[in-house]
């Protein structure tokens, strides 16, 4: 099992930013890749961003983005802390959902624009991110 701590919510106006962190308990070698999906309420999950570890070398881990946040959003991991973060800029309302860590068993990226949530298998409580003015 892993356990999430998730961090870093709240509200913001249009063009902010926001920085969200998950602390996790499970090795790297647990896991493919640890990242964020998120979730309005009646749609889908949509994978937002993962970062994979190669071994316990954070520089060289490998960030995967969703078409939707590329170019806006960070993804970075600090092995030291088991923590995962998550840098938001230039935030748009239709950002605005639940955002849940999660890691991934493996990855699969189609059309090279959206995260498939087929391979996750474990997630946080989430945390409300809004943006609006």
């Known amino acids: 099992q892993v356990q999430f701590a998730e961090s870093g919510g709240g509200l913001v106006q249009p063009g902010g930013s926001l920085s969200l962190s998950c602390s996790y308990s499970?090795?790297?070698?647990?896991?493919?890749?640890i990242g964020w999906f998120r979730q309005v309420p009646g749609k889908e999950r949509e994978g937002v961003a993962c970062?994979?570890?190669?071994?316990?070398?954070?520089?060289?881990?490998?960030?995967r983005y969703a078409g939707s946040v590329k170019g806006r959003f960070t993804i970075s991991r600090d092995s030291a802390e088991n923590t995962v973060h998550l840098q938001m800029n230039s935030l748009k309302p239709e950002d605005t959902a639940v955002y849940y860590c999660?890691?991934?068993?493996?990855?699969?990226?189609?059309?090279?624009?959206?995260?498939?949530?087929?391979?996750?298998?474990?997630w946080g409580k989430g945390i409300q991110v809004t943006v609006s003015s």
């Open positions: 999660a890691t991934w068993k493996q990855l699969t990226i189609r059309f090279g624009t959206v995260l498939t949530l087929e391979g996750m298998n474990y």
């Open positions: 499970e090795k790297p070698s647990d896991y493919y890749c």
């Open positions: 970062i994979i570890p190669k071994d316990d070398d954070s520089p060289d881990d490998e960030p």
